[in-house]
């Protein structure tokens, strides 16, 4: 097993495990590589310390997904309350934590168009613990207002029992604020400084005084990451498995 220092995805990886502490049932959509392996590792690590079992969902995985229609089931699912924890991304996110999925520029004549929102509202508004994650952290992607609200962060007059919960991306994890409808930044990962973040970010956002460093994964993460969880990872992401590998090596 290596012993090499901690890589810049293996600490996303084991910041999501911290997010998702506590949950019972977590879901990963597809192509979310870095999410299905925090969840596994909360998993792992769980069974480890003799916690609570971890239900994690994969869609797209015949290992870890014990449903049969996809999507259909994930939302039925999500309806019925049984979905603690999800993932979002955006090609945009703002400020507010709205997530845009459809495209850049005044819509419907988007000069940029994306795959679409699919389903993205729905689990916005009604899983409690929504985790917005992008390994991008530009201008380019946390913009002051999205172009288009795939699904908003903050609803007036409706309830919802769902919403988001951190903002985690390659520099820097964000907490967001419900009642002010404002991230704050938690911390900065290895690296990364304040000044880093803040000339990165298009939208404004509070911030500590002194911001810590993301805490790095200990010996026996970073045991469970480097071995059970890149052995499950490869069912349903070789190719990423291998760059984790690599990246260990380099």
């Not at 029992?161 to 704050?184: H, I, V």
Request: hydrophobic content about 40%.
């Amino acid at each position: 097993m290596s012993t090499a220092p901690a890589t810049s995805r293996e600490i996303l990886i084991a910041t999501i495990a911290d997010l998702l502490d506590g949950v019972r049932t977590v879901a990963v959509g597809a192509s979310s590589p870095i999410p299905a392996a925090g969840a596994m590792l909360l998993r792992a690590r769980n069974e480890r310390r003799g916690r609570d079992p971890v239900r994690v969902i994969v869609l797209g995985s015949r290992q870890h997904n014990f449903f049969t229609n996809g999507s259909f089931e994930l939302f039925d699912a999500t309806a019925q309350g049984r979905i603690d924890a999800f993932f979002l991304g955006g090609g945009q996110i703002d400020g507010q934590a709205n997530i845009n999925l459809v495209g850049t520029g005044d819509y419907p004549a988007s000069s940029v168009r994306w795959p679409g929102s699919f389903g993205s509202a729905f689990m916005y508004y009604l899983v409690p613990r929504v985790i917005l994650f992008r390994e991008e952290h530009s201008p380019r992607v946390l913009v002051d207002k999205v172009d288009f609200v795939s699904a908003p962060g903050a609803s007036e007059g409706i309830y919802r029992s769902g919403g988001p919960y951190a903002l985690l991306t390659g520099l820097a994890l964000f907490d967001f604020d419900k009642s002010r409808k404002r991230f704050c930044l938690r911390s900065a990962h290895r690296g990364s400084s304040a000044q880093d973040i803040r000339a990165a970010t298009g939208f404004d956002y509070d911030a500590p005084a002194r911001v810590p460093v993301t805490p790095e994964p200990d010996a026996e993460t970073l045991a469970l990451l480097r071995g059970r969880v890149t052995d499950e990872l490869a069912e349903c992401y070789p190719q990423f498995a291998e760059t984790l590998v690599a990246d260990r090596a380099a």
